[in-house]
């Protein structure tokens, strides 16, 4: 059974394109994450909910809207995609923000043209 | 300069060696501190945590924390192949609810 599960897993578009990453888990946890891993494997974290309530949201192009439906699932699209925004994207989960429990997805590997 | 730094190798070593990474930090706050293992194409997954300072074991993997150096370490005894893989030091301080992370270690154990 995967805990967390992100789709797609590849992503290949057009600068100027909208897209969307899916995320869903099924620990139970009531935290979920999106991170950015970058070309040179730096890893560092967007947003973050809890319990569906925007908790953390670091300095990022507000092109990218995170959409929480529940607390087992966490969206994100991005609107007019650009060259920069090729990536790794991966999203994870915790219970109560204890980084200890923090679980990661496999990633979703964005490549913008 | 980042909050956390980490030298990113890659780090050649042969089998059965004796691993050491470490990351030095800059903010004295950081309480909470987390070796990740990153396989290529896969995502991070939770080797050690530790809190504060002093040395944690499990199996062939140590974590050292030196809060006055503000420097953290990972040992790994009778590395192994299956080693191989990029390692990341993450941290975080109480209330501060997101991860910091070092770029990672590329570690290459060869046969």
């Known amino acids: 059974d995967t805990a967390v599960s992100q789709t797609p897993k590849y992503l290949v578009t057009q600068m100027g394109n909208d897209k969307s990453i899916k995320c869903e888990q099924n620990l139970g946890h009531d935290t979920m994450y999106w991170y950015k891993q970058d070309s040179k494997k730096f890893l560092k974290i967007m947003f973050s909910y809890n319990n569906k309530e925007l908790i953390i949201n670091e300095t990022v192009p507000n092109r990218f809207s995170p959409k929480s439906p529940d607390k087992a699932h966490l969206n994100l699209h991005i609107n007019s995609l650009e060259l920069g925004d090729s990536a790794v994207y991966f999203c994870a989960s915790s219970q109560d923000s204890r980084p200890e429990t923090q679980y990661f997805g496999p990633g979703t590997r964005l490549l913008v043209l | 300069q980042k909050e956390v730094e980490q030298d990113p190798g890659p780090l050649s070593v042969p089998e059965g060696a004796i691993v050491s990474l470490n990351c030095t930090y800059s903010n004295s706050a950081f309480q909470y501190f987390m070796w990740y293992r990153q396989y290529s194409r896969k995502g991070p997954e939770l080797l050690m945590y530790?809190?504060?300072?002093g040395n944690k074991e499990d199996g062939r993997f140590t974590a050292q924390v030196d809060k006055s150096s503000k420097y953290i370490s990972l040992f790994i005894r009778d590395s192994q192949p299956s080693d191989s893989a990029t390692y990341l030091c993450?941290?975080?301080?109480?209330?501060?609810?997101?991860?910091?992370f070092g770029t990672g270690t590329r570690l290459l154990v060869s046969p």
């Open positions: 530790t809190y504060s300072s």
């Open positions: 993450a941290m975080i301080y109480t209330g501060f609810q997101k991860l910091v």
